[in-house]
């Protein structure tokens, strides 16, 4: 690949991601998006890129998280979970509308499944939930239970909002 190609391929992933930031689960049309019938020549082959450029992303999210120079400074233990959600969190808030075209084209594009539970199987890993020896559809399984405790746990949606008394009652007992 030339780095013509290389620029030409990344612009249209671009535009891409442009075109969904209103309706993330349009289908992408090839047509409406600048250079990426030529450089990919189907949606399957977009969303692959796409999907591509989601896992090093998040990759390097995971590598920032859990290779924190302060808290190895500092002799902290590293939660291996905390540190997954923290990385999966903010790599789905700084990425939301590439998060949000995967989901919604998973079940249209049967390839996009293989590449989306390798991603469930290394954050499953990468938490210390599961070890590389264990078999595949274990590891996966594991992992979809991740995945639904980061998009639906107490930190995925807004904190409700508590009166006075409920708040005095909180702090007096924490496990209230």
Do not use: C
Not at 5 to 12: E, H, L, T, V
Not at 22 to 38: F, K, T, Y
Not at 56 to 83: F, K, M, N, S, W
Request: hydrophobic share 40%; charged share 25%.
């Amino acid at each position: 690949m030339s780095w013509t190609d290389f620029y030409r391929r990344r612009d249209a992933l671009e535009s891409a991601l442009r075109q969904a930031g209103n309706d993330p689960g349009r289908r992408l049309s090839l047509a409406e998006i600048p250079g990426a019938a030529e450089s990919f020549g189907s949606e399957e082959d977009l969303l692959l890129a796409l999907h591509h450029k989601w896992t090093q992303l998040l990759a390097g999210y995971l590598r920032a998280e859990l290779a924190d120079p302060e808290d190895a400074a500092a002799g902290q233990v590293l939660d291996q979970v905390d540190a997954v959600t923290r990385a999966w969190q903010r790599a789905t808030s700084e990425h939301a509308t590439l998060r949000a075209v995967l989901d919604a084209n998973l079940d249209r594009h049967p390839a996009l499944l293989p590449l989306h539970e390798g991603e469930l199987r290394m954050l499953a890993i990468t938490a210390g939930l599961a070890e590389y020896g264990e078999p595949a559809d274990e590891i996966t399984k594991v992992g979809y239970t991740l995945d639904a405790l980061l998009r639906n746990g107490p930190d995925a949606r807004p904190a409700r909002r508590r009166g006075p008394v409920g708040h005095l009652l909180r702090l007096l007992a924490p496990s209230a």
